[in-house]
């Protein structure tokens, strides 16, 4: 059984109460529990938050809510918090995120379906990389993956180099995918993973993946051709409903 879980907090640094922003006549939170809503493969989607209006509002549109801690650090954290409220007899735990208001069903089920294995112990998207833009952004996280579709590492910066080839055209020259930040963990890892220390990967990169890779645990990646797009900023909105073609 897969529960998927949303964590949103009030707070945020560029974008306070973020979760309850009005799109289009529905609050963002309620759009990315009715996408989650209608993926074929979860059991349960439940909304984790630290504050009581957000709370309030997941019940008045018949949303499940749970109430957690307010000083988790993650939303990793968040979700190990909301599974034990919860309880039940849950195999994985999907974490979606909460500023994505058109999430496709469709990615949520494509990281679903890597968990068919019972031996996947963590699990992440990605996307292929197409030019030259995208591939040297710095806010996008790119990953290099093994023969088993594993990450072996995520990074900021461009990985692989490729040498005696200019910059421009790397990424005719290697597959290159970048992350989408959304995490399916089996249950009993995420309750190890919750008691890691932070580490030095992480603190340099400030990735949270990075730190279970230094732990010894496998992420395994699979692919989706969906873009993602996340609202950290009063001006995303309008970006995403052109990027979306939502008028």
Known sequence: ????IIPA??????FPGKPLINIQGKTMIQRVYEQASKSSLLDKVVIATDDARIAEHVVSFGGEVVMTKEEHPSGTDRCWDALQQIG???QYVINIQGDEPFIDPSQIDSLAGVLKDVGTELATLIIPVDNYEVLFDM???KVVLNDNMEGMYFSRMVIPYIKSVPQEDW???HK???HVGMYAYRTDVLEKICKLSVSSLEKAESLEQLRWLEAGFKIKCAITNFDSHCIDTPEDVEKVLRLMNIS
């Open 88 to 90: 039940g007899n849950y």
């Open 1 to 4: 059984m897969i529960v998927g």
């Open 9 to 14: 907090r009030y707070a945020s640094t560029r």
């Open 171 to 173: 990424h005719k020259h």
């Open 139 to 141: 806010g996008e996280v």
């Open 176 to 178: 290159y995918y970048r």
